[in-house]
């Protein structure tokens, strides 16, 4: 789920990357050391670092928000398919498992045309699906390691657990206020119109929460204060439509049954 502090993380890490396209590591854009952060700028460690040559980027969240309406329903959205641990193959009669359950896992054994349904919580052991496969499976029973069924043509085995799901819960549009606090004009005008074209040419972004977000220009404009010491400041405001989503546990389908005129198919 994408928070405002996840937003305000995100464009905080994109202004740097703008700022030090090679790495923190490496020279930036400007010959003058910039630091980058999320919140507001702490007054007495702004005015010292100014007064040294240093410029502070401060990423704010604007209190204002507009809800927006979201897709119809809150449908889910997979953003990971469940990657089963326990394995399973089949050779000829021969049925072998291996691997260990990490998460509940599905399996699904088909002798012809008869199918077999059976569900293996987490830490579930090869050599204890081995057991119950013999238990359960009729003329079946262990050769080595492996279940051989016997007086079946064709078997198949799938197996299958669960993966990730987001629903989103509402949207929002929310401004961020991004400004440049510099101790001369032109390093505010070198660092802010590279934050301007960068950000501005990104439209489509990604929170890592499964749900799409957009950032959009909104404005900006200068300001320079004038006390016992001097700063000259860029606001850069974007505005940011973002999801408020829930994560699911997404159990994968193995088979479907399907009523057409009275009759079942199962698929």
């Not at 349904?117 to 390691?145: C, E, K």
């Amino acid at each position: 789920m994408a928070s405002v502090d996840d937003v305000s993380h995100f464009l905080a890490r994109r202004v740097a990357d703008v700022v030090y396209p090679g790495g923190i590591q490496l020279p930036g854009i400007v010959n003058a050391a910039v630091k980058i952060y999320p919140g507001w700028p702490v007054s007495g460690d702004l005015q010292q670092d100014i007064g040294k040559g240093g410029v502070h980027i401060s990423v704010w969240p604007l209190p204002a928000e507009r809800k927006i309406g979201s897709a119809l329903g809150r449908p889910c959205r997979v953003i990971a398919k469940g990657r089963p641990s326990l394995q399973i193959t089949v050779n000829g009669s021969l049925i072998g498992v291996y691997g260990v359950a990490s998460a509940f896992t599905n399996v699904r054994v088909s002798l012809d045309e008869k199918e077999f349904s059976f569900q293996f919580r987490a830490g579930t052991t090869a050599a204890q699906v081995v057991h119950l496969l013999t238990v359960l499976l009729p003329l079946s029973f262990i050769v080595g390691s492996k279940v051989c069924v016997l007086m079946v043509k064709h078997i198949k085995a799938l197996v299958t657990t669960a993966g990730t799901a987001v629903r989103e819960l509402r949207r929002q549009i929310k401004d961020f206020q991004i400004t440049v606090w510099a101790p001369t004009p032109v390093l505010r005008n070198r660092i802010g119109s590279a934050i301007d074209v960068a950000l501005s040419e990104q439209c489509h972004i990604d929170l890592d929460d499964g749900a799409p977000a957009q950032l959009l220009y909104a404005r900006q404009f200068d300001s320079d204060r004038s006390e016992n010491w001097h700063v000259y400041r860029r606001d850069l405001i974007f505005s940011v439509n973002y999801a408020i989503t829930q994560t699911l546990t997404a159990p994968e389908v193995t088979r479907t049954v399907v009523t057409l005129n009275g009759q079942q198919t199962t698929r």
